[in-house]
């Protein structure tokens, strides 16, 4: 066996060694294609993966969740966890307080973290470099560090359980990783030639014009990524908004992703999930819910994944 399997492959080298130059380049092509697409749809898979996980799970009924014999596909398709996940998160309400949150704090970013990228990338100032430095440490410095002084701030200021706090830090550059998108804005305007501000000067623009009309439409594609970025990482965010933002009136849709359990536990009489089939019994209600919170990030990923796609790739280009 071991010998025709050795005679096999050596009659295919034998017949490609007799093979002419452009035969042989469009084999190692569509042997090259294939490689490729076997590690594309590879990491494709595992990118997807969860994604199939939750969606399968969020239609599965209690009891199929609990059959070590069903994997992905339930016997039955459960509906109704939509529905009481729907009720669980308060969903129009949530809705409305993360968009707010999220859509609000992405747009100031786009705008003023592009001033500060603005002053930094094109004017050379004597403490350009010192504003510089403080950008990187804010950058580098973990927020759960600041959390506790900040939190003070905005109580003497009666600015809890509103989406101050949240918003009112983008107006300065500092929201959720407001330095990383001054530094991106930074990077995109010092690429720009000093030829087009110097025109636009010598027509008689002035600063404000040359910011508005000459410079950001040239970094559009810094716009795209930082507005994308800063409202996913908003809506996503678990931290800050349960510190400013825990009182039920005003929560977002993360922290009520927690309350799911408790609406279970109450609609079956019990006072908490007190055993681990209790608490398994809400998974497929909460893997509901999850999906319920994804949907919209999924939908703005969707509309703006080629202009993102497109601004990474200018990056590079720039470089």
């Known amino acids: 066996m071991i010998a025709k399997v050795k005679d096999f492959f050596s009659g295919l080298v034998q017949k490609y060694s007799n093979l002419g130059f452009k035969a042989k380049k469009k084999i190692k092509f569509v042997i090259g294609r294939i490689c490729l697409y076997y590690v594309l749809i590879e990491l494709a898979f595992l990118f997807i993966l969860p994604f199939i996980y939750i969606i399968t799970t969020a239609c599965m009924s209690p009891d199929d969740y609990l059959d070590p014999t069903i994997q992905y596909i339930p016997s039955a398709i459960q509906w109704d966890n939509f529905s009481k996940a729907w009720t669980a998160l ?56 600041t959390i506790l002084s900040a939190y003070g701030m905005f109580v003497n200021m009666g600015m809890i359980n509103t989406i101050l706090p949240i918003v009112l830090p983008c107006l300065f550059g500092l929201g959720l990783r407001g330095a990383l998108f001054v530094l991106i804005y930074m990077y995109f305007f010092q690429r720009i030639p000093d030829a087009m501000d110097d025109a636009a000067r010598i027509d008689g623009a002035g600063p404000g014009r040359v910011f508005m009309q000459i410079m950001m439409p040239l970094v559009r594609s810094a716009m ?19 510190t400013y933002m825990y009182h039920e009136s005003v929560m977002t849709l993360q922290p009520r992703l927690q309350n799911i359990s408790k609406y279970y536990s109450a609609t079956i009489g019990l006072e908490e999930a007190v055993t681990q089939q209790d608490k398994a019994m809400t998974e497929p209600m909460l ?22 796609v497109a601004g990474i790739e200018r990056i590079g280009v720039i470089e």
């Open 224 to 242: 795209i990524i930082t507005f994308i970025f800063s409202f996913v990482w908003h809506w996503n965010d678990n931290y800050e908004t349960t």
């Open 287 to 308: 893997f509901a819910g999850c999906m319920l919170v994804m949907i919209p990030v999924l939908v703005v990923y969707i509309i703006g994944q080629k202009k993102l």
């Open 90 to 145: 308060n969903y129009p309400s949530s809705f409305y307080q993360t968009m707010l949150t999220s859509f609000g704090s992405a747009v100031l970013q786009t705008v003023f973290c592009a001033l500060a990228g603005y002053a930094l990338g094109r004017y050379h100032t004597k403490w350009r470099n010192f504003v510089f430095v403080l950008t990187i440490i804010v950058l580098l410095i973990p927020p759960q560090t």
